[in-house]
């Protein structure tokens, strides 16, 4: 190889690596140019969930869509009956199924009353937490009431029962994304406060200074209660049999031991006919009070 040969070749090898590097600097700026804010910021107020094309007409609170003429019969009758005019309610939700003891449906509250929301389908929590902001298109739901406590979902064995996973996701939009949470939104109120009108029902409540009648030290939530199905009954020292804990034995803290000492409760106060049925959501809903 000659002098001549060699100097043509380094030449070439130069020019190549000056490309090379011209080509990296470039596409480094292109980067640092794009992260330097060329786009808006994602504000997560859409998500994978519900129906974000759905709009606030005909927004209603809960307590008038239970006065509705057309549908106060359905609640009361614990019959069913299918919205057909435009109606939406807008609430918060306070007690999922994250704990496993309220199944497959979750409570709803606005500043005027609560209603239980019925959905044949697991894991509601994982896109409903407590504190989320929901909006509800009702028209081509039903409403009624499941002994006496009013709901929304789909007609079962002449009353009203659990709407479908994909009727659901067409009828709600959650509102504000999921950043949209806020789990002191809605404070539950003294029990003692709203259990003589049962139209409260649904409501998050607590009870205060109360004592599990079965309580021993060693007896848990579920057993040597009354049995209907899946879910145990306790009764209160203080209330008498029309006032129970309602547990499921699938609940994450069914095995949980009763207290024996006096414990604030809170929980979701749904009924069926006469008879408070407190759900407990998480173990974080019994407060022992120390004497």
Request: net charge negative; hydrophobic share 40%.
């Amino acid at each position: 190889m000659t002098i001549n040969t060699i100097k043509t070749y380094l030449s070439g090898l130069l020019v190549s690596c000056n490309i090379v590097a011209a080509l990296t600097l470039a596409a480094t700026f292109g980067l640092t140019a794009c992260q330097d804010g060329d786009w808006d910021e994602p504000t997560f107020a859409e998500t994978p969930y519900g129906n974000n094309a759905l709009t606030e007409e005909g927004l209603v609170t809960i307590a008038q869509l239970k006065a509705d003429p057309d549908y106060a019969s359905a609640f009361k009758n614990n019959k069913s009956k299918k919205v057909e005019k435009v109606l939406k309610i807008k609430g918060r939700v306070t007690g999922n199924d994250l704990g496993g003891n309220l199944y497959k449906q979750f409570a709803l509250q606005d500043e005027t009353g609560a209603i239980i929301v019925a959905v044949n389908q697991g894991g509601i929590n994982g896109y409903l937490a407590e504190g989320q902001e929901v909006l509800i298109d009702m028209q081509g739901l039903y409403v009624g009431g499941y002994g006496g406590q009013a709901e929304i979902g789909t007609p079962y064995n002449g009353s009203i029962g659990r709407m479908s996973k994909d009727l659901w996701a067409t009828h709600f939009k959650i509102v504000g994304g999921l950043q949209n949470v806020n789990p002191n939104a809605i404070q539950p109120v003294n029990f003692d406060d709203i259990k003589g009108n049962m139209d409260n029902a649904g409501m998050l409540v607590t009870l205060k200074g109360v004592h599990f009648s079965a309580a021993n030290g060693t007896r848990t939530l579920i057993d040597g209660a009354a049995s209907g199905g899946n879910y145990f009954s306790q009764q209160l020292r203080e209330y008498g049999s029309n006032v129970i804990i309602r547990t499921s034995s699938y609940a994450d803290f069914a095995a949980m031991v009763m207290p024996t000492k006096a414990v604030n409760l809170t929980g979701i106060a749904t009924r069926f006919n006469s008879t408070w049925q407190i759900m407990i959501r998480k173990t974080s809903d019994i407060e022992i009070i120390e004497n």
